[in-house]
């Protein structure tokens, strides 16, 4: 009864070589949101979708893209990794995105990048 | 800039202790606190939620604080179990309409049988 579900659970690239990673929920979520987060630190937030509309932090580089083709998918592009883009990458939904609403994470997926 | 700070950034217990784990954040203009649990490898599990007009939250034998004025949050474990051995973080969810979550870099808990 997995309801965030992350795939791979463990992606090897090399640098400069172009990587999705996929998300997926079974609780028909609104909201979709992509963490990045490096060995001992904080999540941090990269972007999130509010159905289809997307919603970039500031200080996300442009390497990372993501696109949400249907309420249970979304995916996060790397363009091209370098060494610093090694890290744990955490999907998670919420209904609606308000304060009333937890996040529910997926298991994440771990990138390395050679 | 909101800041969350977690401390101790590790804590080892004997089996059956009562323990606290400390949070503080910076900007006292939020719509609430969660407390995660993550193990290692994996993903978030939330554990509570306490809204900004809430005082505590209690689930089981944990219990988590918020004073919001003075920026600090605390997150009560009962009865420690080896069990509950992982990284427990600490995350403040403020922005209005472009509401998000402000992460601590967490407590790496031990509990030693």
């Known amino acids: 009864d997995a309801m965030v579900i992350q795939n791979p659970r463990y992606q090897v690239t090399q640098f400069g070589k172009p990587v999705t990673l996929s998300c997926s929920q079974t609780?028909?979520?609104?909201?979709m949101y992509w963490y990045q987060q490096k060995s001992s630190q904080a999540p941090k937030l990269l972007f999130h979708y509010y159905d289809k509309d997307f919603n970039n932090e500031a200080d996300t580089p442009d390497n990372f893209q993501s696109r949400r083709p249907n309420t249970s998918f979304c995916f996060l592009d790397i363009r091209s990794p370098g060494l610093g883009d090694a890290a744990m990458y955490l999907c998670?939904?919420?209904?609606?995105?308000?304060?009333?609403?937890?996040?529910?994470f997926g298991p994440g997926t771990r990138l390395t990048v050679l | 800039k909101q800041e969350v700070t977690q401390i101790p950034a590790a804590l080892s217990v004997p089996e059956g202790e009562n323990l606290v784990l400390n949070c503080s954040f910076t900007d006292s203009a939020i719509y609430n606190l969660q407390w995660f649990r993550q193990d290692p490898g994996k993903g978030l599990t939330s554990l509570l939620l306490i809204q900004s007009s809430q005082r505590e939250q209690t689930s089981g034998r944990l219990n988590a604080s918020l004073d919001k004025s003075s920026g600090r949050s605390t997150l009560y474990i009962a009865a420690s179990q080896p069990g509950d051995s992982a990284t427990y973080l600490c995350a403040v969810g403020a922005g209005g309409s472009n509401y998000k979550l402000t992460f601590g870099k967490g407590t790496l808990l031990t509990v030693n049988p």
């Open positions: 609780l028909n979520h609104n909201v």
């Open positions: 998670a939904t919420s209904r609606v995105g308000t304060y009333t609403d937890t996040q529910y």
